[in-house]
């Protein structure tokens, strides 16, 4: 199959099952590196269509509800990155360009015919089959077509911890795989799991304050971007991504040998 070159080097990150795997912290830890970069997503579960710039690098241009989530979350998390929003993979590519981005990180474009660095996050999990019966999209085998595959505590180490911690928390968030925050929260604390990406309302938080009387919404940082709308006080599950030097290396030697590759066929046609 021809793969699309875009002439700027390309690397996404992406995993082979549903649900949350750390793509997006992964994301945010790699892109915090290069200053001229762009992070270029779908925008699940938004409210507009197209192209629309979440931020330029210099400053958020929109909301969650227009633009998602997910790639409000990444431009607050590494700011000097340009983040856009696009149902067409190839259109945000070529508007980052546009603005003058040297390299772009694409969430989950692995399946894209481009020509680009393949990141993916191989998840330990009990069932191995393909959806339906399993959470597998593709089977494992297609782990090695990645150019990199990366395993948690051989290759990364989850940093968790809470900003603002109160005594009194009420974890409410719309994760996937919610379950998997209760490890790192007091075990007393009530929680209220919602569909991915659910966009909350201010009824459904003041029943749930009413009812629990909490010091504080626990939250994590994906659902903060949603919830600052609201006047309630918030705890927020924090999340880093610790890479090993390895995986920085590797990613930037591609990015320095894509650029020498170009040099090099221009010197030749010149």
Same mark, same amino acid.
Request: glycine share 4%; net charge positive; charged share 30%.
């Given at each position: 199959?021809?793969?699309?070159?875009?002439?700027?080097?390309?690397? #996404?990150?992406?995993?082979?099952?549903?649900?949350?795997?750390?793509?997006?912290?992964?994301?945010?830890?790699?892109?915090?590196?290069?200053? $001229?970069?762009?992070? +270029?997503?779908?925008?699940?579960?938004?409210?507009?269509?197209?192209?629309?710039?979440?931020?330029?690098?210099?400053? &958020?241009?929109?909301?969650? !509800?227009? /633009?998602?989530?997910?790639?409000?979350?990444?431009?607050?998390?590494?700011?000097?990155? +340009?983040?856009?929003? /696009?149902?067409?993979?190839?259109?945000?590519?070529? !508007?980052?360009?546009?603005?003058?981005?040297?390299?772009?990180?694409?969430d989950d474009a692995f399946h894209k015919p481009y020509? *680009?660095?393949?990141?993916?996050?191989?998840?330990?999990?009990?069932?191995?089959?393909?959806?339906?019966?399993?959470?597998?999209?593709?089977?494992?085998?297609?782990?090695?077509?990645?150019?990199?595959?990366? $395993?948690?505590?051989?290759?990364? &180490?989850?940093?968790?911890?809470?900003?603002?911690?109160?005594?009194?928390?009420?974890?409410?968030?719309?994760?996937?795989?919610?379950?998997?925050?209760?490890?790192?929260?007091?075990?007393?604390?009530?929680?209220?799991?919602?569909?991915?990406?659910?966009?909350? @309302? *201010?009824?459904?938080?003041?029943?749930?304050?009413? !009812?629990?009387?909490?010091?504080?919404?626990?939250? @994590?940082r994906k659902d903060a971007v949603k919830l600052k709308?609201?006047?309630?006080? &918030? #705890?927020?599950?924090?999340?880093?991504? %610790?890479?090993?030097?390895? +995986?920085?290396? %590797?990613?930037?030697?591609?990015?320095?040998?894509?650029?020498?590759?170009?040099? @090099?066929?221009?010197?030749?046609?010149?």
């Amino acid at each position: 199959m021809h793969e699309q070159d875009f002439h700027l080097p390309i690397v #996404s990150v992406g995993n082979l099952i549903v649900g949350g795997s750390g793509k997006t912290p992964t994301i945010a830890v790699l892109a915090k590196r290069y200053e $001229k970069c762009a992070i +270029v997503l779908r925008g699940y579960r938004r409210e507009s269509k197209g192209l629309r710039i979440v931020s330029d690098g210099k400053a &958020l241009l929109c909301n969650a !509800k227009e /633009c998602g989530d997910e790639a409000v979350m990444l431009a607050q998390m590494v700011p000097n990155a +340009v983040v856009i929003v /696009c149902e067409r993979r190839e259109e945000g590519i070529k !508007k980052a360009q546009e603005m003058g981005c040297e390299a772009v990180f694409l969430d989950d474009a692995f399946h894209k015919p481009y020509q *680009k660095f393949d990141i993916l996050i191989d998840v330990d999990t009990p069932n191995r089959f393909c959806l339906p019966s399993g959470p597998y999209r593709l089977p494992r085998f297609f782990l090695s077509k990645a150019d990199l595959v990366i $395993k948690e505590k051989r290759d990364f &180490l989850r940093s968790v911890w809470i900003s603002n911690p109160q005594e009194k928390m009420v974890l409410v968030t719309s994760i996937a795989n919610p379950k998997r925050l209760l490890s790192y929260v007091p075990r007393e604390t009530k929680t209220y799991f919602f569909e991915d990406h659910h966009h909350f @309302t *201010k009824e459904e938080l003041e029943k749930i304050w009413r !009812k629990e009387q909490p010091d504080s919404f626990l939250v @994590t940082r994906k659902d903060a971007v949603k919830l600052k709308q609201f006047s309630y006080p &918030l #705890s927020i599950l924090e999340l880093e991504m %610790k890479l090993k030097d390895e +995986v920085y290396e %590797k990613v930037d030697r591609y990015i320095k040998e894509y650029y020498e590759k170009k040099d @090099t066929n221009r010197s030749d046609t010149a």
